[in-house]
């Protein structure tokens, strides 16, 4: 099945630096990469996805960006604000099954 | 997206008892699929809820221990039998809408267990 590796664990930014969290996954018929930021106590919610058909996506402070052929995405934060301190999960899937492989987890720290 | 409610938000169950989790959705929605978060953990799918049929469950989960019911296409139940306390975690539902290929998630239940 789908293996999907998440790094960092932790992260540690200033306010205003950027954050680059980086995702593998092994399944080459994965074609849906969502993230999910969830904060302590809360749902996860999604920020951004992005489909094997387009290699990167922007909405304002937050991309993401696609290598198929060397099966990785990351999402990239710029501007850090101390409230996008969360746990951050990429996750991945095929769409004609569309449950979820995640991975373990980024728990970024954004300090003032 | 779809507004999607959990009952109960929280539990504390005693070993050896059942739970039964309930997930309600505002609208009909495509798929429907159940997980568990661990503490401090990431999520990992039980199941798929299929609508009028039994559940697609994943490699470690199975019918007897995680009971799944889809009647239609707005509501799923997860129940959590035999309870021991390694079932301590927080059960999310997560729907697909009919419109949309993006996954939501419910609040979550949080579940304990003694």
């Not at chain 1, 995702?23 to 489909?51: M, V």
């Not at chain 1, 990239?76 to 409230?83: K, L, R, V």
Request: with cysteine.
């Amino acid at each position: 099945g789908e293996n999907v590796e998440q790094h960092p664990s932790t992260l540690s930014v200033q306010e205003g630096d950027s954050a680059v969290i980086k995702c593998t996954y092994s399944d080459s018929a994965s074609n849906y990469f969502p993230w999910y930021k969830q904060e302590l106590g809360k749902r996860p919610q999604l920020i951004i996805d992005i489909r094997s058909n387009v290699g990167e996506k922007k909405d304002q402070r937050i991309a993401v960006t696609l290598n198929k052929t060397a099966k990785h995405f990351s999402l990239h934060i710029t501007e850090t604000q101390p409230e996008d301190s969360a746990v951050y999960f990429c996750a991945a899937s095929t769409l004609s099954g569309y449950a979820l492989n995640f991975g373990k987890g980024t728990s970024l720290l954004v300090t003032p | 997206s779809a507004v999607i409610s959990q009952k109960p938000s929280r539990d504390i169950c005693q070993r050896g008892t059942s739970l039964t989790i309930q997930c309600q959705v505002d609208s009909q929605v495509t798929m429907m699929f159940w997980y568990r978060q661990q503490p401090g953990q990431s999520l990992t799918l039980i199941a798929t809820a299929n609508q009028g049929s039994e559940a697609t469950y994943e490699s470690g989960f199975v019918i007897d221990k995680f009971p799944i019911s889809r009647p239609n296409l707005t509501f799923s139940t997860l129940t959590v039998s035999n309870m021991s306390p390694e079932d301590s975690s927080i059960y999310l539902c997560s729907v697909v809408s009919n419109l949309r290929e993006t996954q939501y998630f419910g609040p979550g239940t949080r579940l304990l267990v003694l």
